[in-house]
C-alpha cells in the first residue's frame, strides 16, 4: 500500500511541478521566478520520491542503466520549449522504459520526466563549460517561444502515455511474448 501512495504521490507532486514551471514561463519578474522556483523544488522532490519506490522495487541494475541513459538522452535532446521534439522524445522512451521493466511499469515511464529536470541542468551546464571552453558564447537561458508553457506537463504526459501503451500492448500479446514478471505491477 505505501509504495502505491508513494508512487501517486511523486506522481502528483511531478504533474503539479510541471504545471507550476509552465505558468512561470508564462509569467515575468519577481512572480515568475518565484513559482519556477517553487515548481523547480517540487521537481526535484517528486524525483527523489520516485527514486524512493524505485529502489524498493528492487529492479535489475540494467534497468537503471537503462533509465539513466533514456533520460540523459532526452535531456540532450529535447529543450525545455519545444513541442515536437518533446512528443518524440518522451513517447518512445516511456514507452521503452515501460517494455524493459519487468514489473511497476508506470512507475519507470514516470521516472523519465522526473529525473530529466536534473539531468537537463548537468547537460545545459555541460554545454555551456563546452562553449565556454572553446571561446564560444555560453548562455544557459534563451528567451522561451509562447507554446514554451505547455511543455512541461507535456514532458509527464508523454512519458506516461508512452508507458501506457507499453504496459496495454504488453498485456495484450502475453501470450506470444511470453509471461513477464509482475505484470503492471501495484495498479500502475
Given at each position: 500500500?505505501?509504495?502505491?501512495?508513494?508512487?501517486?504521490?511523486?506522481?502528483?507532486?511531478?504533474?503539479?511541478?510541471?504545471a507550476?514551471?509552465?505558468?512561470?514561463?508564462?509569467?515575468?519578474?519577481?512572480?515568475?521566478?518565484?513559482?519556477n522556483?517553487?515548481g523547480?523544488?517540487?521537481?526535484?522532490a517528486?524525483?527523489?520520491?520516485?527514486?524512493?519506490?524505485?529502489?524498493?522495487?528492487?529492479?535489475?541494475?540494467?534497468?537503471?542503466?537503462a533509465?539513466?541513459?533514456l533520460?540523459?538522452l532526452?535531456?540532450?535532446?529535447?529543450?525545455?520549449s519545444a513541442?515536437?521534439?518533446t512528443l518524440l522524445?518522451f513517447v518512445?522512451?516511456?514507452?521503452?522504459i515501460?517494455?524493459?521493466?519487468?514489473r511497476?511499469?508506470?512507475?519507470?515511464?514516470?521516472?523519465?520526466p522526473?529525473w530529466?529536470?536534473?539531468a537537463?541542468?548537468g547537460t545545459?551546464?555541460?554545454?555551456?563549460?563546452?562553449?565556454?571552453?572553446?571561446?564560444?558564447?555560453?548562455?544557459?537561458?534563451?528567451?522561451?517561444?509562447?507554446?514554451?508553457?505547455?511543455?512541461?506537463?507535456?514532458m509527464?504526459?508523454?512519458?506516461?502515455?508512452?508507458?501506457?501503451?507499453?504496459?496495454?500492448?504488453?498485456?495484450?500479446h502475453?501470450?506470444?511474448?511470453g509471461?513477464?514478471?509482475?505484470?503492471?505491477?501495484?495498479?500502475?
Amino acid at each position: 500500500m505505501g509504495k502505491v501512495v508513494t508512487f501517486r504521490s511523486g506522481s502528483a507532486l511531478l504533474l503539479l511541478a510541471a504545471a507550476m514551471v509552465g505558468i512561470a514561463i508564462v509569467l515575468e519578474g519577481t512572480s515568475g521566478r518565484l513559482i519556477n522556483g517553487a515548481g523547480g523544488v517540487l521537481w526535484f522532490a517528486s524525483a527523489a520520491n520516485l527514486l524512493i519506490v524505485a529502489i524498493r522495487t528492487r529492479s535489475p541494475a540494467w534497468l537503471w542503466l537503462a533509465l539513466v541513459g533514456l533520460t540523459v538522452l532526452v535531456a540532450f535532446v529535447v529543450t525545455p520549449s519545444a513541442l515536437l521534439p518533446t512528443l518524440l522524445g518522451f513517447v518512445p522512451t516511456g514507452f521503452l522504459i515501460a517494455w524493459l521493466a519487468p514489473r511497476d511499469r508506470l512507475l519507470w515511464a514516470v521516472m523519465i520526466p522526473a529525473w530529466y529536470l536534473p539531468a537537463h541542468i548537468g547537460t545545459a551546464v555541460t554545454r555551456a563549460a563546452i562553449r565556454s571552453a572553446m571561446g564560444s558564447d555560453a548562455p544557459l537561458r534563451t528567451d522561451p517561444p509562447p507554446t514554451a508553457s505547455f511543455v512541461p506537463l507535456l514532458m509527464v504526459i508523454c512519458a506516461v502515455a508512452g508507458g501506457y501503451l507499453a504496459t496495454m500492448y504488453l498485456a495484450r500479446h502475453r501470450d506470444r511474448v511470453g509471461p513477464r514478471t509482475g505484470g503492471s505491477g501495484s495498479g500502475n
